[in-house]
């Protein structure tokens, strides 16, 4: 099964709020999958200034000088942040490709959640409250965000398998379905330079996205392309840096629901995921067509575009 | 009339409740409130009672309803009146997937659009939407009626048996062996009917009938590997 939500906030005084909100949301969605949760959140930004959210399971001898280290070792300020077994650390964002490398020789336990100017990560196994609580996501603030609580089909109940996905920067993917063309997508996209770190199908949907936007499609576009590229069932949210967006293969048997006000834009696998939030009650709600592409971005106006199954 | 706050007593509790109502009995009336998108709302009703849901539900409400009638004044989500045998479902806002599939019999009315595989396997069901219908509705529906004021998505009744299609607005395609049929006289009357029950002030004369060309379980050449 697996669940999906999604808050895009357009009202700026819901920001202090959209951990909580999404926090809900997602515990709403437990009994669509106990194995695993993760959230992604869009948050402020500093300029110039990006960051990385990393994962170690042995986080007090990881985490400990693990600052002083970086930053002695590619020459530039780093701070950190630890949260659990999960730790944010920000640096000049030119800094960013180097700090990845060179985290790969000083801890070769941390594990890359995510990179991005205003993106962070959190996942593990577990259920969605106890992960939740782990990382104290309900205190967070944000524009947008996304969240996923795994059934797993595709491959193994570990941190690395949790969703959210994040392939490029700012850039995050959550999943419901299962793809079944992704070992020869992963093959091909490999074999085109293109990093992937898992057997997970969730993470080549996120890749092969990244691809398409690295070598000249928007999003929008990105995702359209998916509709003929992918096979399997998918319902996809997708987050980036400034936009929310929801794709459903063509047959469309995973379910979802969607909620908008003056607002928000909210994305739910199930209505249950929406009762709680402000509004709801007057809110437009609706169920998203199959093999459309719906994408709301704080800089341009909502967009659907079909396309024929 | 008797009040059910179905976050403060339970799923388990509603429809023990519900089903513990006999053929006679007096309370008749019920009202479920803060149903807040659950599942399995007033599933398995064998009694002649009404049930006023007051919000949206989730999964399979009013699923195997024999007698009752459940009016959901909100939206339905997926599986609504599924394997429905007899009584009414309303709704009062949309439906999800495959509402009123595998139904045998009664009467499931949606007021708002139904989505993908409305009374997919229908048995029996008559099934009266007044907005759309979503892609593979009446996927392999075996008897029964779907009358749908508004348009379909495509395929529509793909595999169909001996179920009637009547559908006002445009058809983005139809499944395999299902062809549009002519409207006799006994169709308009049975259409008049159903529009009537179902509360809709369209027409009869406005629809086109749809039904299977029964060529699909039969030897055709074009139909071999």
Request: aromatic share 6%.
């Amino acid at each position: 099964m697996c669940g999906i939500v999604g808050l895009f906030l357009k009202d700026p005084s819901l920001e202090p709020h959209l951990g909580s909100m999404l926090t809900e949301m997602l515990i709403t969605m437990t009994d669509r999958g106990p194995d695993s949760a993760g959230i992604a959140i869009y948050g402020s930004e500093t300029s110039g200034t990006g960051k990385l959210t990393v994962q170690s399971d042995t986080p007090q001898q990881d985490f400990a000088s693990l600052e002083k280290d970086l930053a002695a070792k590619i020459g530039t300020n780093v701070s950190i942040r630890a949260k659990d077994t999960h730790a944010v650390l920000e640096m000049s964002n030119a800094q960013i490709p180097v700090a990845r490398v060179a985290l790969t020789d000083l801890r070769p336990n941390v594990r890359v959640m995510s990179h991005g100017e205003t993106l962070e990560i959190y996942k593990e196994v577990g259920l969605p409250k106890n992960v939740a609580e782990r990382f104290d996501l309900s205190s967070m603030s944000g524009t947008h965000g996304i969240g996923h609580t795994r059934m797993a089909t595709e491959s193994a109940v570990t941190t690395m398998g949790a969703h959210p996905f994040n392939t490029g920067v700012d850039q995050c993917l959550v999943h419901n379905g299962s793809l079944s063309n992704h070992n020869s997508l992963r093959r091909k996209l490999r074999r085109l330079g293109v990093h992937i770190e898992t057997e997970n199908d969730t993470e080549v949907g996120a890749a092969y996205l990244t691809w398409k936007m690295q070598t000249g499609s928007t999003l929008g576009e990105a995702l359209q392309s998916s509709l003929d590229d992918l096979d399997g069932f998918f319902t996809f949210v997708v987050g980036t840096k400034d936009g929310f967006g929801v794709v459903r293969d063509p047959i469309a048997c995973k379910p979802a629901v969607m909620a908008e006000t003056d607002q928000y834009v909210a994305f739910g696998s199930e209505y249950r995921a929406l009762v709680n939030l402000p509004g709801i009650d007057e809110a437009r709600v609706w169920e998203p067509e199959p093999a459309t592409v719906y994408f709301w971005s704080q800089n341009a106006a909502p967009t659907a575009s079909e396309k024929a199954a | 009339m008797q009040s059910f706050d179905l976050e403060a007593q339970g799923l388990r509790a509603l429809n023990t409740t519900l089903h513990a109502q006999a053929k006679d009995t007096n309370q008749t009336a019920w009202e479920i409130v803060n149903p807040k998108g659950s599942h399995a709302i007033a599933v398995g009703l064998d009694a002649p009672i009404e049930v006023n849901v007051k919000g949206s539900t989730g999964y399979y409400c009013g699923g195997m309803n024999k007698q009752a009638t459940v009016h959901v004044h909100g939206s339905a989500g997926p599986g609504v009146a599924e394997n429905m045998m007899s009584g009414t479902v309303l709704i009062e806002g949309d439906a999800s997937q495959y509402a009123g599939a595998t139904g045998n019999g009664g009467t499931l009315i949606i007021k708002g659009n139904a989505s993908s595989r409305c009374g997919i396997s229908m048995k029996g069901i008559d099934i009266i939407v007044h907005g759309n219908i979503g892609h593979m509705s009446a996927f392999m529906a075996q008897s029964g009626n779907m009358v749908v004021c508004g348009d379909a998505g495509d395929a529509l009744g793909d595999s169909l048996y001996e179920a009637k299609l009547f559908v006002r607005g445009s058809v983005k395609s139809l499944g395999a062996d299902c062809i549009e049929k002519e409207m006799r006289p006994e169709h308009i009357e049975l259409l008049t009917e159903l529009l009537e029950r179902g509360g809709c002030d369209a027409k009869a004369s406005e629809f086109k009938r749809y039904g299977s060309a029964r060529e699909l379980y039969t030897f055709n050449i074009d139909n071999a590997y």
